[in-house]
């Protein structure tokens, strides 16, 4: 009887320490209620090359489930490009410009409403001074009708020539996006929006979810930010079931889960249930590949949140990333320049000394002729000055611990996959 009350008590204490740690992580998280028509629609459209300027390239070409909601490389291949994932390779028939400057971006838990900015540099945030309550680099030429920031970031990418879009004369939108015409008449959205409109399954399968409403890139958007929101929601990994009382984590990532919170300071940015704090910090990670930069510029670096706020403050600051499913989703970084998981960890150790030995090795890039990968030794010492990072010593089985609880976050849970056709009737990936 003793020991049955001793064993009691101390799943008691596990419980009630749960719940106090749970609570400092605040409040739940809150997803929006499902509209399942709404969902299968935007399921269709997300997997569905109808949207790209070529009808070649999907969302799900660089958001792919098989790769966690990226596409496992680095720099992501978009236009011009053949094959899904690592194997995806330069189309010798119509060759890409450029890599993709940033790594593609994991969905997990976006239609939660706690996440209102989104891109690497928070380009693309909630806004209630904003007209539609949403920024954006369009600025007043934002169309209206998007329900959420959720639902604008996920269409940006069919205006990238790079991306989605397709080179100046390939399409009808490729070149209203080279020409600026982006929405109103006779615009890329619309452009988009008619060709989706023109398939009878799509006409039918709006008019059901929203009767007497035209079909308009606004229209497409939340469909697909429904599905996305639907699909990707991850909130029952170990840790969420060790937070609600309903189990323990096994011991390795306990003491992972301590250090994350305490000593290695991981929290002072990943906070929260979902890993992050939303906010920009600076972590001096190798620029590698063509940088972010506009056609008329002669540069490979990355400003990151400086080329937002044009505050000098903000240079080679990037948002911080939720952790959710974090073990599926590498390459690691804004640039995906860490394809392992304890690389990236061990780079916050010490991020100045780690990006002076940085090799290119340690990224995941497709063969691409004449490019240099690396940036020049100057922008790499003014990476290295806007480091906001100390060092920290731990040791070898104290990293362990740390990668044992980041497995603790995965919730890799299959709700509809990938559909066997789409109503435009192309390839899928």
């Known amino acids: ?27 739940t998280p809150a997803f929006p209620q499902p509209d399942m028509d709404r969902v299968l629609l935007g399921q269709l459209l997300f997997y569905d090359p109808i949207l790209s300027g070529n009808r070649n390239i999907s969302c799900a070409t660089c958001h792919h489930p098989k790769f966690g909601t990226s596409d496992g490389v680095s720099l992501s291949i978009g236009e011009g490009g053949i094959g899904l994932g690592p194997e995806r390779i330069r189309d010798p028939k119509n060759p890409p410009e450029q890599r993709i400057p940033r790594n593609a971006s994991a969905l997990w838990n976006l239609g939660a409403t706690e996440f209102v900015t989104f891109f690497h540099d928070g380009r693309l945030e909630a806004d209630p001074d904003q007209p539609n309550g949403i920024r954006t680099p369009l600025g007043s030429e934002m169309s209206d009708g998007f329900q959420s920031a959720l639902a604008a970031q996920a269409m940006f990418p069919v205006l990238s020539a790079d991306e989605m879009a397709g080179h100046y004369t390939e399409n009808d939108i490729s070149r209203a996006v080279r020409q600026g015409f982006l ?37 497409i958007a939340n469909v697909i930010a429904d599905f996305i929101s639907f699909e990707w929601r991850a909130d029952n990994s170990p840790f969420d079931k060790a937070m609600r009382g309903e189990s323990q984590l096994k011991t390795p990532a306990k003491h992972g889960q301590d250090l994350f919170y305490g000593k290695a300071k991981c929290a002072s940015c990943h906070s929260g249930w979902f890993q992050t704090d939303h906010k920009f910090h600076s972590i001096a990670l190798p620029q590698i590949g063509p940088g972010k930069s506009a056609r008329f510029e002669n ?16 240079a080679y600051k990037f948002r911080t990333p939720s952790l959710r499913n974090v073990t599926l989703t590498a390459p690691y970084g804004h640039n995906g320049a860490f394809a392992d998981l304890e690389d990236m960890v061990r780079h916050h150790l010490d991020p100045e000394q780690s990006l002076r030995a940085y090799s290119i090795d340690q990224a995941v890039l497709a063969d691409w002729p004449n490019k240099q990968d690396i940036a020049d030794p100057a922008d790499t010492k003014n990476i290295a000055a806007a480091n906001q990072l100390s060092p920290i010593n731990l040791t070898d089985e104290e990293i362990d611990n740390i990668i044992e609880f980041l497995g603790a976050l995965e919730d890799n849970t299959t709700r509809l996959g990938v559909p066997t056709a789409v109503p435009s009737g192309l390839p899928l990936d």
Not at 1 to 25: E, N, P
Not at 198 to 205: G, L, T, V
């Open 299 to 314: 540069h490979r670096r990355d400003d990151g949140r400086l080329r937002v706020t044009g505050n000098a403050q903000d």
């Open 1 to 27: 009887m003793h020991l049955k009350m001793l064993i009691k008590m101390a799943l008691l204490y596990c419980v009630m320490t749960s719940d106090a740690f749970a609570q400092d992580l605040g409040p």
């Open 183 to 219: 929405t109103g008449d006779g615009g890329a959205w619309q452009l988009i929006a008619k060709r989706v409109a023109d398939i009878p399954e799509y006409a039918a399968k709006f008019s059901a979810v929203a009767p007497d409403k035209p079909i308009t890139f606004a229209q």
